[in-house]
């Protein structure tokens, strides 16, 4: 009896040490699973040193508050660089290499919707991941008018969805069907107004739509990386067509910014859920020299909107 016991005791420390080595093997697998799986947005800061809780919280807001602060070379509108200020620099900011943008952006679902606009930045987002041969074929995909595109890097593991949705309802049905799936993009950047100003005119629905965006995101499953792509600056001489030199003016313009900033969707302005990626901004600092019709500018432009995001998601 009594080897029995000891038999069977044995056979229960044999149990449980198996049981024990396959929790740990499990356990260690899943962390490995976890690492391949998340994408490095790093909370630390950019020198690698110890910040407290509130002295990283201090940061990132102030931080935040300056990423828009890009200059351009006068001498040169193909250069541009954040504001040389001690505030500004403090942040270190920096333009990312192709290989920084792509551990950044490494096993990463990013979504961009919008219009013209939303694509222009897609395209300089694609540049700054993949090799010259590899954009030749991007180009012909990704401009089809009117059309969603798709491109996965795997190399890096990185998606990009970009979706047609010229229209802030189109924006809106978009956050609504994420929600219904409860399948969320790591990062979001949308953008809208070009159309609505063109083709329905009434800046107060627009910031009525607006509101109801806003109202689809605040509490919702998204991460924190959700983007606005502002409109660029519109030269109204330069405009193609009689009809958006008069449906474009600068009068109108201003309205429909006017209600970008009343209806709090965004984070500079009424603590929203979007940070503004200031198109305008870069757009009238390079100036008419990077445009040709007024509204579309120049690869730069949407470069320096790329550089800017990845600098925030660094922060």
């Known amino acids: 009896m009594v080897g029995g016991a000891l038999g069977w005791q044995v056979h229960q420390r044999r149990n449980r040490a198996v049981f024990l080595s396959g929790a740990v093997f499990f356990t260690t697998i899943s962390?490995?699973?976890?690492?391949?799986?998340?994408?490095?947005f790093p909370s630390s800061p950019p020198n690698g040193g110890v910040s407290s809780p509130s002295a990283s919280s201090n940061r990132l807001s102030s931080c935040v508050s300056f990423l828009n602060d890009i200059a351009w070379d006068p001498h040169n509108s193909n250069s541009f660089y954040w504001a040389r200020s001690p505030r500004v620099a403090a942040c270190q900011f920096r333009r990312f290499s192709h290989a920084n943008a792509s551990d950044?952006?490494?096993?990463?679902w990013v979504v961009v919707a919008g219009d013209s606009q939303a694509r222009l930045f897609v395209l300089a987002l694609l540049g700054l991941v993949l090799?010259?041969?590899?954009?030749?074929a991007v180009r012909?995909?990704?401009?089809k008018r009117h059309s969603d595109y798709l491109h996965v890097v795997g190399e890096i593991g990185l998606k990009l969805d970009f979706v047609w949705a010229p229209y802030e309802t189109n924006l809106t049905g978009l956050v609504m069907e994420f929600k219904r799936k409860l399948n969320f993009p790591v990062v979001l950047v949308m953008g809208s107004g070009l159309w609505h100003m063109l083709h329905l005119s009434k800046s107060s629905d627009y910031g009525v739509w607006l509101r109801l965006l806003r109202n689809e995101l605040v509490g919702s499953g998204f991460s924190d990386h959700l983007f606005w792509l502002g409109m660029p600056r519109l030269i109204n001489s330069m405009l193609s067509t009689e009809e958006k030199r008069a449906k474009m003016s600068d009068a109108v313009?201003?309205?429909?910014?006017?209600?970008?900033?009343?209806s709090k969707l965004l984070r500079q302005s009424g603590g929203g859920p979007l940070l503004l990626l200031d198109v305008e901004s870069f757009s009238r600092k390079?100036?008419?020299s990077c445009t040709v019709d007024g509204m579309h500018y120049d690869g730069v432009v949407y470069e320096a909107v790329v550089h800017v995001m990845l600098n925030a998601l660094h922060i």
Not at 140 to 143: M, N
Request: proline share 3%; hydrophobic share 35%; net charge negative.
């Open 31 to 40: 962390i490995l699973r976890l690492h391949r799986t998340t994408p490095y």
């Open 104 to 108: 950044l952006l490494s096993r990463s």
């Open 131 to 136: 090799d010259s041969e590899e954009m030749e």
């Open 140 to 143: 012909g995909d990704l401009f």
């Open 253 to 262: 313009v201003a309205a429909y910014d006017r209600e970008i900033y009343q």
């Open 286 to 288: 390079c100036g008419v």
